[in-house]
Structure formats: C-alpha cells, structure tokens
Antibody
C-alpha cells in the first residue's frame, strides 16, 4: 500500500527548533515532487513548502521563508522539514503529501499528520 | 502573483440538493487544479484532479469543471456523508500551491 508516515512533532518553546520526517513506502519516491501542508487548530489547509523530485528546487510560503527548510533523501525514501525560530502561529498538524505531476495534478497521497505545538 | 478566491465559506443544504462551490483564480492556470474533501478529524482526500477528472473511488455525484479562471465543484445530490469542508488548490509557482479558504458544507 502506498503510504506516507510523518514523525517528529511535539511541544517546543517559542524560538526553538524541530525536525519533521516523512517516510514513504510502496512507490518510487524519487519520481515525485513532495510537499508539506499544515492545518492550525480549527483553521483551513495551508501549503508550507514543496521540493522537486531530485531536490534541486524548493519553494516556501512567505510566512516560513528563512525559518523552515524542506529537504529529501531519495536513497532513504524520506522527506524532511527543519523548522527553526518557531512561533506560536506555527502550531498546527503538519502533513506530508505527494504531488502527482503525471497528469493527475493533485496531492494524491497524504500522511496522517504530526502535531507541532509551540508554547512556553 | 496569482490570487485565488473560494466561495462560499459555508453553506447549508438539504439531502438531495445540488450544491456548487466555486474557486476563481486571477490568471489562467490551465488544469493545474484540484478539489479535496476533509471530514472532521480526518486527513484531506482528493476528489477531483486536473480540474475536472474524478479520482478513482469517489462517488459520481461529485464533479468538477473549469471555465477559464473559474473552477466549480458540484455535488449533484447531497448526501449526509458529504458533510465536510471542501478545499480547492492550484498548482503554479507563484505564490505557491495555495489552497482556497475552504467551504464548510452542512445538512
């Protein structure tokens, strides 16, 4: 079964750092753009960052530029999100998702999410 | 930058009603567009990809269409299990793969 499993969430103080991971299985990870999406409590979905198949291009929502870094290790079928200088407004469930660029333009596979809470 | 607006933010309809949700982009983005359904406490799932193609396994009462920069999700006959929040999403480089604000559908 095609699957994404996130880990690394938790409680962190404002200004702190956290690294999220997303393990992919049962598909050729290196053929797909990958993305992080977050959802603050009671709010809508917010695209956070994405990264090209080979890791050569990455894009970020303005609110996290300079603080978050998306990366991937295709040999390990893994996606990462390094989050620094965390703020209360970064509190959210973070999902990793696969972008299907092969005609099925959509995020067609999602993980279950990992919760990040930024609070003192 | 390409802006996107989703409407309405919420709606209430009766079982069997036809429901329409719209997203409008400020520039042409082609068919790089998708619709998602998120039920309370669940992970979002794709309903429509490439603007108008129904994802496998999604009931045929859901449909998507595009007219220029206007994208529409239609539920032809609303069912109780369709209570959810629906999101649109565009895929282009600037300012990113933005989601619409969401439409909460209630019975």
């Amino acid at each position: 079964e095609v699957q994404l499993v996130e880990s690394g969430g938790g409680l962190v103080q404002p200004g702190g750092s956290l690294r999220l991971s997303c393990a992919a299985s049962e598909f050729t990870f290196s053929r797909f753009w990958m993305t992080w999406v977050r959802q603050a409590p009671g709010k809508g979905l917010e695209w956070v960052a994405n990264i090209k198949e080979d890791g050569s291009d990455e894009y970020y929502v303005d609110s996290v530029k300079g603080r978050f870094t998306i990366s991937r290790d295709n040999a390990k079928n893994s996606l990462y999100l390094q989050m620094n200088s965390l703020r209360a407004e970064d509190t959210a469930v973070y999902y990793c998702a696969r972008y299907n660029n092969y005609g099925r333009y959509s995020l067609d596979v999602w993980g279950q999410g990992t919760t990040v809470t930024v609070s003192s | 930058d390409i802006q996107m607006t989703q409407s309405p933010s919420s709606l209430s309809a009766s079982v069997g009603d036809r429901v329409t949700i719209t997203c409008r982009t400020s520039q042409d983005i082609g068919n790089f567009f998708a619709w998602y359904q998120q039920k309370p406490g669940q992970v979002p799932k794709v309903l429509i990809y490439a603007a108008s193609t129904l994802q496998s396994g999604v009931p045929s009462r859901f449909s998507g269409s595009r007219s220029g920069t206007d994208f529409t999700l239609t539920i032809s006959s609303l069912q109780p299990e369709d209570v959810a929040t629906y999101y649109c999403q565009k895929f282009n480089s600037a300012p990113g793969w933005t989601f619409g604000q969401g439409t909460k559908v209630e019975i």
